[in-house]
């Protein structure tokens, strides 16, 4: 289904936990930046994006999160939970690697909440682990692209031997009426 975007916010235990679903892309980004404005205006408290529905994410889908959470009211806090490895990498390639992807608040006046060492470390690992899942997910598109390609080729070899069967088929069958026709000629003269 094309454009298909849902956007949906509810309270819970004093948060806002705003759910986006579907595709996030140049088709959808207007509509999202506008319905994520409402949803987040009617529901109270610290932001929590919730993105596990995301099927698709293309640069202007990703900028128009960015901006969206970038755009909160001074003192709302906004974090993101659950971003599948496919929406972090395109945030990564296009430089929106936002600071908001950590497990912490923070505010929306300040993104860059000084760390700790082990916070460091902790969140290398958690990019470690991103791009592990991102890069697992590029070699299982890649296997099954590459399963398909087989699956095709195959068919069209059986597909091939069909039609060499069905062209040898029809030689011999020329090659009959052929013959008949000759001997019919070859009778009507005698």
Known sequence: MVGYLRVQAESRNGQCVLRIAGDLDMITAGEFADRADQEVAATPGPVVVDLSGLTFIDARGARALAAMIDALPAGRQAVVRSCPPHVRLVLDMLGLPPNYLSADYLSARNRMAPQSATRDLVDRVQDARHYAGAAKLG????????????????????????????????????????????????????
Request: glycine share 4%; hydrophobic share 35%.
């Open 139 to 190: 070699a299982s598109w890649v296997l099954s692209r590459l399963a398909d390609t087989r699956i095709r080729l195959a068919n069209t070899r059986e597909r091939t031997g069909l039609l060499r069967e069905q062209g040898q088929r029809t030689v011999a069958s020329s090659r009959a009426v052929r013959e008949y026709v000759i001997r019919s000629r070859q009778e009507t003269a005698i």
